[in-house]
T-cell receptor
């Protein structure tokens, strides 16, 4: 049973470009969470999605960031017109149920560097 | 607004001794708490959790204690092993979807 998969593991983008981060949840998990970890900080919640629905996006910046979890395929976190401050590790996690009653299983993360 | 705080960024412990990692929170509505362990270049791995209706949960060498009146959570690892060296994050949630994570404590177990 494969764990949560994220790709790419490392992504370098120039300022102004778009970044697309992918997350495939564990088999049987239909709930996906995205987190960002800035240097020297903890994990900050960004968004919680179920298939085809955004449940909670209270942690997402209002501009340039969007997330989706289509019926088929991985969840995508999209950052448009990246800036240096977007450089961080982005982790996704999945769980079999929502509401946070179950632990979340994390992927290895995507390290985004904006030059 | 850091609702979950880990005030010790690092901790060193001798192999075989007890490691105690601490976590404080501000939101009295938190009802579920977890500890995660993270190795470099990997995602966090779930370690142990506790519901707010309990004050202790034990799993092998790992025990989590919850003091609701003090809004304090601790993780005890005994005996500590070199493989336990990692960054430990505590997390908390209230009813709903969002987990709040602390900034992590880097544990080094010295052989």
């Amino acid at each position: 049973n494969a764990g949560v998969m994220q790709n790419p593991r490392h992504l370098v983008r120039r300022r102004g470009q778009e970044a697309r981060l992918r997350c495939s949840p564990m088999k049987g998990h239909s709930h996906v969470y995205w987190y960002r970890q800035l240097p020297e900080e903890g994990l900050k919640f960004m968004v919680y999605l179920q298939k085809e629905n955004i449940i909670d996006e209270s942690g997402m910046p209002k501009e340039r960031f969007s997330a989706e979890f289509p019926k088929e395929g991985p969840s995508i976190l999209r950052i448009q017109q990246v800036v240096r401050g977007d450089s961080a590790a982005y982790f996704c996690a999945s769980s079999p149920f929502g509401g946070g009653a179950y632990e979340q299983y994390f992927g290895p993360g995507t390290r985004l560097t904006v030059t | 607004d850091q609702q979950v705080k880990q005030n010790s960024p690092s901790l060193s412990v001798q192999e075989g001794r007890i490691s105690i990692l601490n976590c404080d929170y501000t939101n009295s509505m938190f009802d579920y708490f977890l500890w995660y362990k993270k190795y470099p270049a990997e995602g966090p791995t779930f370690l142990i959790s506790i519901s707010s209706i309990k004050d202790k949960n034990e799993d092998g060498r790992f025990t989590v204690f919850l003091n609701k009146s003090a809004k304090h959570l601790s993780l005890h690892i005994v005996p500590s092993q070199p493989g336990d060296s990692a960054v430990y994050f505590c997390a908390a949630k209230e009813e709903g979807n969002q987990f709040y994570f602390g900034t992590g404590t880097s544990l080094t177990v010295i052989p």
